[in-house]
Structure formats: structure tokens, C-alpha cells
């Protein structure tokens, strides 16, 4: 709304003779003058609340770091400018850069000093020029250095298509993140396998050949290792070596033979997964059971005693199905012939 | 034998897989399907199953306490034993 005040029509309005009209026009002048005066401070809006710095994390990757803000909900930016400054000091009284006045939500700052901590902090100004307050401020630390992956405990010869090796990295400033693994297969393109924290690794190669591992570390500020400060390591997946059974069911026991010596050729008679089945919590009798034995048999049992929980397995019944698997005492056992 | 079957704190459920290798056999979880074998068929094997191949490859499961004895041997020890029955 247009709150200036219609003085210009006191003219038309008081029709009088030029001579009255001097005096009059004196009073209109002053009057007019005063109106003004009152009117400047009437129409300048006042700029709102101060706008809202988004978090900063507590490390910033690189030498650069891009600060942004909105207003408070509800609040529109309307036509507001910005002014955005960033100071080593936390309360702005030394080293302080300035953005100058952007309409722009967002700012870079750039050529910082890697370990440098900065504090930043914004205010708006309307176009009748009221400023908001200061935002309240945020801080961030650069951090520019990448941290270094390396790829430890890894066999030169595999003896399976699973192994597993030690992922580990070390960073200066913000620390490690995670670890990014990615494995080439023959000099083909790499490709990411996974992310994972330090630590063991397993790995499940679907063929043989020489394969490529290349661990890229990211920081908590999120710097990535440089694919050219990346140490390559390679291994030697063995090819598979899989049998089938009777059920067409492929297994693959390239770990039991080149591992643990269990020579392919002595794997026989591969029933089925399923066809011998165990004896999953059996059914237990006690002295005065019809079907307990007589206390003089000498036939040939398995027998354990956990505690109060004592109970024997006839070995003529475990023949057929090769193994019992029960819980005695709570814990949890399987009974092989 | 007599073996814990509890890895990682999950119960594995043992069973035969239906291989032999030389006679003796394989034995499977039905959990991963991972093959284990009687560490007692490897040179400084001692008692446990031995993970040979797939997902627990290398692990072991502990043998616990049990004897081999007649009924007569353990009844007489033992007099309140429970005894498997089957039918």
C-alpha cells in the first residue's frame, strides 16, 4: 500500500489568491517536508529475520568450501542480498573476508589453507537497504590431503575362488572413511567390487585368471585416494573345480582340493544334498520306557554327559543317517558316526 | 565324534552332502552349504570339522566331550541316561 501522503493536492483542493497563497504554501511546504520525513521511516520495510547458515561438517574436503543458507521457514528471500563472511576468529573481529552482496543463496570461498578452520556467517539486506542480523555461525576445517589404501595379506596364489585378505588406510586430518575396492580381471577395464570399512575382506571370484586389486580410501571430508597414488596388487584365481552329483547339483570344491589336498578323484557316490537326512532333535527315553535297553547290552553307543543332561545315541542308529543333531543342556551338538 | 554346531552364534544344522572322499563323509550345513570333513584326516588335525569348501571355507567347529563305550559300560556309570530310540 501507498502510504505517501497527498499533499501536492492541498493546491488544487483550497482554491485562494495568490497572495494568501504564500503563507499557505510555506505551511504546505513544511507540512509536506514533515510528512516525508515520517514517511521514510514509515515505508522501509524491515529486513525479517536473519537468514539460516545450513551445517557445515567438521571437515571440508580440498581448498575450497561453499557455504549456503535459507531463510526461516515461513520467511520469504523475497528481493533480499546477502553478505557472506568467513574469519579465522570465531567472533569475526580479525581476518574476515567478505563476499559483497550477492542475491545468490550459496558462496564459495576459495584458496584456503589445508588444516585452516574457518568460521562463516551471513546476513540479508532489503533492497530500501535494512540489514537482518548476523546468522548464528558455522565452522568447518579443510582438509586437502587424501588418505593412502593398502591391501595387505594377499596370497600370490589363490587356492579358491573365496579368499580373503586385509583392507586397511591410514588419513592425517579427518580420518578414514571407508574403502573403496575395485579388481580388474586380465587387465580388463576395473570395475568397483565394493565399499567396505577396514578389515577383512572376502572376495568371491566366478572365474579363474589373474585378478587386479585397486583400494581407493575416502576421508571423512570426503577426499578420495588418487587412482594414481593406488597400489595395485595382483593374485592368481585358480580355475574352478567343480563336480556334479547324482542330482545334477554342481559343487564347488576348489578350496578342498587345492587347499586341503582332498584330490578330485577320491570325491564318490555325490547322493544328493538331501537324501541322507540327519536326525534333527530326537525323541529320548528313559529307565521304564518299553524301549529302554536292557542294562547288560553291549551294544555300542556314543554317549555325553552336559551336566544334568546325560543321553546316549546307539551307533546302529546313527549308521542309516550319519549324524544327530541335538541339544543337550542347552547346547547345541551334532552326533556323527 | 560329538561336535558344537554353533558359529558365529548361529546353530548350523549338520548333515551328510552325499559325497565320500576315500570313504569317509562329507558332511554339509544346510545353512550356507558350505562342506566340512573331520580335521582328524589331516596331518596335525586334531578334533574338529573342518571347513573344505564354500562360504565358512576354513573354519572349524570344536569337538566336545564324548565316549564310545557298550550301553553296559555307560548304564553302569550312568543308570538314569536317556538313549535315543527310533523307530
Known amino acids: 500500500m501507498d502510504r505517501r501522503p497527498p499533499s501536492p493536492k492541498l493546491f488544487s483542493a483550497v482554491p485562494a489568491p495568490p497572495v494568501m497563497l504564500l503563507p499557505l504554501l510555506l505551511i504546505v511546504f513544511l507540512l509536506a517536508g514533515c510528512s516525508d520525513d515520517d514517511a521514510v521511516v514509515e515505508v522501509i520495510p524491515p529486513a525479517g529475520p536473519a537468514p539460516v547458515l545450513a551445517a557445515e561438517p567438521e571437515f571440508s574436503p580440498g581448498l575450497s568450501n561453499t557455504v549456503s543458507w535459507s531463510l526461516p521457514e515461513g520467511e520469504k528471500a523475497g528481493d533480499l542480498e546477502f553478505l557472506v563472511q568467513r574469519s579465522g576468529d570465531p567472533l569475526f573481529d580479525a581476518e574476515v573476508v567478505e563476499s559483497g552482496w ?69 588419513d592425517q586430518d579427518s580420518g578414514v572413511e571407508e574403502i573403496e575396492l575395485w579388481f580388474g580381471l586380465e587387465g580388463a577395464e576395473a570395475e568397483l567390487y565394493g565399499v567396505f570399512p577396514p578389515g577383512q575382506v572376502s572376495f568371491q571370484a566366478t572365474g579363474g585368471g589373474i585378478h ?126 | 565324534m560329538v561336535y558344537n554346531r554353533v558359529l558365529d552364534g548361529e546353530t548350523l544344522t549338520i548333515a551328510a552332502s552325499g559325497w565320500t572322499w576315500h570313504q569317509i563323509f562329507v558332511l554339509q ?28 571355507q576354513g573354519r572349524k567347529l570344536w569337538a566336545r566331550d564324548s565316549a564310545r563305550v557298550t550301553w553296559k559300560g555307560w548304564h553302569s556309570f550312568y543308570p538314569n541316561s536317556l538313549i535315543m530310540h527310533t523307530k
Not at chain 1, 139 to 164: G, Y
Not at chain 1, 216 to 228: I, M
Not at chain 1, 263 to 270: P, V
Not at chain 2, 50 to 55: E, S
Request: proline letters at 7%; charged letters at 20%; a negative charge.
Open chain 1, 102 to 170: 550477492i542475491a545468490e543463496s550459496s558462496f564459495e570461498f576459495t584458496g584456503l589453507e589445508h588444516a585452516s578452520t574457518h568460521h562463516f556467517r551471513v546476513r540479508g539486506r532489503n533492497p530500501q537497504g535494512a540489514k537482518t542480523e548476523w546468522s548464528s555461525s558455522q565452522a568447518s576445517t579443510q582438509d586437502a590431503v587424501p588418505p593412502v589404501a593398502a591391501l595387505t595379506e594377499m596370497k600370490a596364489e589363490q587356492t579358491s575362488l573365496l579368499f580373503t585378505f586385509e583392507l586397511s588406510a591410514t
Open chain 2, 29 to 56: 550345513d544346510y545353512e550356507t552349504g558350505s562342506l566340512w570333513f573331520p580335521g582328524l584326516s589331516f596331518p596335525g588335525g586334531t578334533d574338529f570339522l573342518l571347513c573344505v569348501a564354500g562360504p565358512h
Open chain 1, 212 to 337: 587386479e586389486f585397486i583400494p581407493l580410501a575416502v576421508d571423512v571430508a570426503g577426499n578420495r585416494q588418487d587412482l594414481a597414488a593406488a597400489t595395485v596388487q595382483e593374485t592368481i584365481v585358480p580355475e574352478p573345480i567343480i563336480i556334479t552329483d547324482r542330482r545334477g547339483e554342481d559343487f564347488d570344491i576348489t578350496a578342498a582340493v587345492l587347499e586341503y589336498r582332498m584330490g578330485e578323484t577320491f570325491w564318490e557316490f555325490g547322493l544328493g544334498r538331501y537324501t541322507i537326512r540327519p536326525i534333527i532333535d530326537p525323541l529320548m527315553v528313559g529307565p521304564g520306557h518299553h524301549a529302554y535297553p536292557d542294562e547288560n547290552a553291549i551294544t555300542p553307543i556314543l554317549g555325553v554327559k552336559y551336566d544334568d543332561d546325560i543321553r546316549a545315541y546307539k551307533i546302529g542308529d546313527m549308521m542309516n543317517r550319519e549324524v544327530v543333531d541335538d541339544v543337550v543342556n542347552g547346547i547345541p551338538i551334532a552326533v556323527c558316526y
